[in-house]
């Protein structure tokens, strides 16, 4: 198994520009959750999932929009770049709820 | 509003030694926390998870306790080894809906 997959890895924006982030998980996990950290600062919740067609928002929702047309794909959208949206995104699945999750390696975005 | 904090930033720790992190929560609703593992440019890796209903839970070498009187939560790593230098994180949840991450803490283990 891969497990959870994110690309790309890296990624500069102008702001303005729009963009989809893409996560992938091949482990039929219902639980599927996006997260932004930033530097000095734990995780933060954007949006989550609990199964194919359901998605809600965490903590952080606003300038991002999610899907979830499958089970094994989450991607999440910026509709207009920001220089606050500078962070790393990290995806996460589970197999039920926001229990024992298991993150993807990281997307870096930088927007200028 | 509420959230989770740590006590500290950073630990560092001799090879070999106990390392004690600690974690303090506030929404006395939660009722699952856990702990993640972060290595340098990785995402967060699982090390172990407690419910309220309980006070202790073991894993491999480490150790968290629960203490729902003060909302204390900590991990406890024994004879702590060079790989286990990294950020910690604690997390909790209200019923599995989202998850609140505390800020983090360094630790660094000294050979």
């Known amino acids: 198994n891969a497990g959870v997959t994110q690309t790309p890895k890296f990624q500069v924006l102008k702001t303005g520009q729009s963009m989809t982030l893409q996560c992938a998980q091949d482990m039929n996990h219902e639980y599927m959750s996006w997260y932004r950290q930033d530097p000095g600062m734990g995780l933060r919740l954007i949006h989550y999932s609990v199964g194919a067609g359901i998605t809600d928002q965490g903590e952080v929702p606003n300038g991002y929009n999610v899907s979830r047309s499958t089970t094994e794909d989450f991607p999440l959208r910026l509709l207009s770049a920001a220089p606050s949206q500078t962070s790393v995104y990290f995806c996460?699945?589970?197999?039920?709820?926001?229990?024992?999750?298991?993150f993807g390696p990281g997307t870096r975005l930088t927007v200028t | 509003g509420e959230s989770v904090g740590l006590h500290l930033p950073t630990l560092s720790v001799q090879e070999g030694d106990n390392s004690i992190i600690n974690c303090a929560y506030s929404n006395s609703a939660s009722d699952y926390f856990i702990w993640y593992k972060q290595e340098s440019g990785k995402g967060p890796q699982f090390i172990i998870d407690i419910r309220s209903n309980m006070d202790k839970r073991q894993g491999q070498r480490v150790t968290v306790l629960l203490n729902k009187t003060v909302k204390h939560l900590s991990l406890q790593i024994a004879a702590t080894q060079p790989g286990d230098s990294a950020v910690y994180f604690c997390?909790?949840?209200?019923?599995?809906?989202?998850?609140?991450f505390g800020a983090g803490t360094r630790l660094t283990v000294k050979p």
């Open positions: 997390a909790e949840s209200n019923k599995g809906n989202d998850m609140r």
């Open positions: 996460a699945s589970g197999l039920a709820e926001a229990y024992e999750q298991y």
